[in-house]
């Protein structure tokens, strides 16, 4: 005779100890078919935490809600102590050169494009963790300007302009244009 059914019935130890390995093996199974996050979303979920991280080091701590495009700033600053992008400065001999013939003791930056990619995660994370799209601090004026002024500083530090890529014409719409043309004789 079974015993199964007045074990959990009466709450024995046999019988939790079997409804919990019961739960966990649920729970892992759920967590097995969850999809392993992207790259992107890794990235993002990296970067909001370490935001997060620097607003509750400040002194005082910053609330996420009270968060502005200063303290947006003051972390994009921050960021460039741990920078891999050599940033000649204006009296440095080897400035506006492409290839600089020698070594130099101008700063360590973060470059353009890492901090561009940055306030795009962040600013798309801000949104997804609930912020307004109207109050994103990621995605104010002033964040742009700064990252204007940096793309332009390390242009002009390496000797190479910034040129925005322009879009290439749909081929196919061109070829439909052209063929609206009256033809010539």
């Known amino acids: 005779m079974s015993t199964k059914g007045k074990d959990i019935a009466e709450g024995s130890p046999r019988s939790s100890a079997t409804t919990i390995v019961a739960t966990t093996s649920t729970t892992d199974a759920s967590v097995a078919n969850q999809q392993p996050l992207s790259r992107y979303e890794s990235q993002k979920r990296r970067d909001w935490n370490t935001f997060g991280q620097y607003l509750r080091n400040q002194r005082p701590p910053v609330a996420l809600s009270q968060c502005n495009s200063n303290q947006v700033l003051d972390f994009l600053r921050y960021l460039d102590q741990f920078g891999k992008t050599k ?4 009296g440095c001999l080897f400035f506006g050169q492409v290839e600089p013939p020698g070594p130099c003791t101008c700063p360590l930056r973060q470059a353009w494009g890492s901090l561009d990619a940055l306030i795009g995660r962040l600013r798309a994370a801000y949104e997804e963790n609930g912020g307004l799209p109207e109050t994103n601090p990621f995605a104010s004026g002033a964040i742009r300007v700064y990252l204007r002024e940096v793309r332009d500083s390390q242009a002009k530090a ?11 014409r749909n081929l196919i719409k061109a070829i439909g244009d052209s063929s609206n043309l009256p033809l010539q004789q």
Do not use: A
């Open 87 to 90: 940033v000649h400065v204006q």
């Open 158 to 168: 390496r000797g190479i302009p910034y040129r925005k890529k322009k879009k290439k």
